[in-house]
């Protein structure tokens, strides 16, 4: 069992939240209980896709970035940002205007991340030769790994053991300046992310001990200060920013971006819950014999990323566009001063599974609850209506066992209590404030949710 | 620990129900993972032997603190030669079944290979019941 508490990277605004069951109800792990008027979210079970954040009506979901102010601390200032970045501009805005306002922001270097990026098809295809358990899985997105090492813990050895685009992003741009004769010491690397579980990724790495990054940009704040300044921004030259970068690269976030690069069988899968679907077939032996699996937690890859602002399909559609301009990449391509030492750096450590989902250590405790379980749902009326602050009737069950809920906080069940006398009127209503907050059910013209919005 | 499900005869699409329901349960229970994957394919073959072969039946898990017992009964038409059946390779499934992608003639070996212990009855025109235990 895993014992220390995980880092996620996604917070709850307790002014902003105002208790209702979108999140909830959207939390693919069921993470998230509303208590006392608030979304909670379980830390061990958050996997940071963000779909939470998509959905909340009141915008009470936020990520943790780091301050630009930090930038002074170095002399090399080097900001990193996916491919993704350049395709939710209108393509009114060209690339080379878009690196001129990133660098008109406080940065002597900006670079995408995803370059030189034949060296990550070299690992990948290397590791997909050698491997034991068929088929592989991408190690691309974390929130994928996430869920695979608490939900699908069979699966974990099946993970890629290979860092992502942003480190080796890092790796080259640190590798870049070296060139010049900076120290490390001298660059401060950051990095622009597109979702939260990438951002969760770099404050708490799986399977490599610290991340290279040095500081956290969320993409969202990011184009909202490169859009302020876009136009007024100096004319400078940052074509050779992009030498590295190849038509693999830019579209290598986005669906079948790494799949196509395997001779042998392979698949796509984006969005979270069809992965779910695709990873419970994989347990069961119901998938064919596969020799990679590219699994993206956001519909369209990167693409579809909670801190991107474009329409994700415009997103696409621009970075396919934009990338036929550039080379198709080589292994020949040799613009790292030392290639070999990068490709080390990149592959990284085993995934441990994590268990989350155990009911108890004590296998016949475990079995016990589960029995008990068992009772509690012939009880609960099934409506999985969220009232009580868990998403469904069996999360309500598995709660009461660990001691985390009561079965009155089921209203339905309440009700029942109340007419059969079993409780009185004024501990009815604490039970419900215990759960949704006083005042939660006064009358509020101004009130937000509950409108139908999504139509 | 009980766990029954209903397995009606034809339905390949619900085949794998039982397998994902006892799996799910045996996570929470903490089983080793390898563990787990022997038992979900071995429900899962003899889901689909029920589905393909069979009137329809009833697939019951017994889950002990060391132990999973699962008892699969279903309704006929039975096995005339059981020691056939066990055969790699060996199918009676029809061409429809197998254009389905199934009837490869592995399902009772798969079971076999994955469980401790496997005992079949069979009764031609009666019924099956098949019983194998895994111990967790």
Not at chain 1, 24 to 44: D, F, L, S, W, Y
Not at chain 1, 83 to 105: D, K, R, T
């Amino acid at each position: 069992m895993q014992t220390v508490e995980k880092y996620h990277a996604i917070k709850v605004d307790i002014d902003k939240c105002m208790g209702c069951t979108h999140c909830m109800k959207a939390c693919p792990t069921e993470a998230i209980r509303v208590a006392r008027g608030v979304a909670n979210i379980n830390a061990n079970r958050c996997v940071d896709c963000g779909n939470c954040l998509r959905v909340c009506p009141v915008d009470a979901f936020y990520v943790e970035e780091d301050s630009l102010e930090q930038l002074s601390k170095y002399k090399y200032k080097v900001l990193l940002f996916p491919a993704v970045f350049i395709g939710q501009f209108p393509e009114s805005y060209s690339e080379s205007s878009i690196y001129e306002a990133v660098l008109s922001l406080g940065f002597t270097h900006v670079l995408e991340v995803e370059q030189p990026i034949h060296l990550l098809i070299e690992i990948i295809k290397e590791q997909v030769l050698q491997a034991k358990n068929k088929p592989l899985i991408s190690s691309f997105c974390p929130a994928i790994v996430r869920l695979i090492q608490s939900k699908y813990p069979s699966l974990v050895d099946n993970i890629i053991r290979m860092k992502a685009p942003h480190d080796l992003g890092a790796y080259y741009a640190i590798d870049l300046l070296s060139k010049e004769g900076i120290g490390r010491e001298e660059i401060g690397i950051f990095y622009a992310s597109p979702c939260s579980a990438k951002m969760a990724a770099v404050e708490r790495p799986l399977g490599e001990e610290v991340s290279v990054v040095d500081g956290l940009i969320n993409m969202y704040e990011l184009y909202n200060k490169v859009r302020k300044v876009i136009k007024k921004a100096k004319k400078r030259d940052s074509v050779a920013l992009r030498k590295g970068l190849r038509r693999d690269g830019i579209v290598w976030s986005l669906p079948r971006g790494e799949a196509c690069h395997f001779k042998g069988r392979s698949m796509a899968v984006d969005g979270i819950h069809n992965v779910v679907k695709i990873l419970e077939r994989m347990e069961n032996n119901e998938v064919p014999e596969l020799d990679f699996l590219e699994l993206r937690s956001c519909d369209q890859g990167c693409a579809g990323g909670i801190l991107l602002t474009g329409n994700r399909f415009l997103t696409v559609e621009r970075l396919q566009k934009r990338s036929k301009r550039y080379l198709i990449a080589e292994s020949s391509d040799d613009h790292c001063f030392n290639c070999p030492a990068i490709k080390e750096k990149l592959k990284s450590g085993p995934i441990q599974p994590g268990y989350v989902y155990a009911l108890d250590t004590n296998r016949k405790l475990a079995l016990e609850k589960l029995q008990k379980v068992d009772r509690i749902l012939c009880q609960l009326p099934g409506i999985d209506c969220g009232a009580c602050g868990a998403p469904n009737c069996h999360a309500l069950a598995e709660d009461m066992v660990q001691g985390k809920a009561k079965i009155t906080d089921c209203v339905f069940l309440q009700n029942r209590y109340l007419n059969e006398e079993k409780i009185d009127l004024a501990k009815a209503t604490r039970n419900l404030e215990n759960t949704w907050g006083t005042n939660r059910f006064d009358a509020d013209c101004n009130r937000k949710g509950g409108r139908n919005e999504g139509f | 620990m009980k766990l029954v499900f209903e397995i009606a005869r034809g339905d390949f699409t619900a085949a794998g129900k039982a397998s994902s329901g006892i799996k799910k349960v045996l996570k929470q229970l903490l089983v080793d993972p390898k563990t787990i994957k022997r038992i979900v394919v071995a429900v899962y073959e003899a889901e689909v032997n029920v589905v393909a072969h069979s009137v329809g039946g009833t697939l019951t898990a017994n889950i002990s603190g060391n132990e999973i017992t699962v008892v699969v009964q279903d309704y006929g038409p039975g096995i005339s030669d059981i020691e056939q059946a066990m055969k790699v390779g060996f199918s009676t499934a029809s061409r429809k079944v197998r254009e389905m992608g199934f009837g490869a003639g592995m399902g009772l070996p798969n079971i076999k290979k994955n469980t401790d212990e496997l005992t079949i009855q069979s009764q031609p025109g009666k019924g099956t019941m098949l019983v194998f235990s895994i111990s967790i």
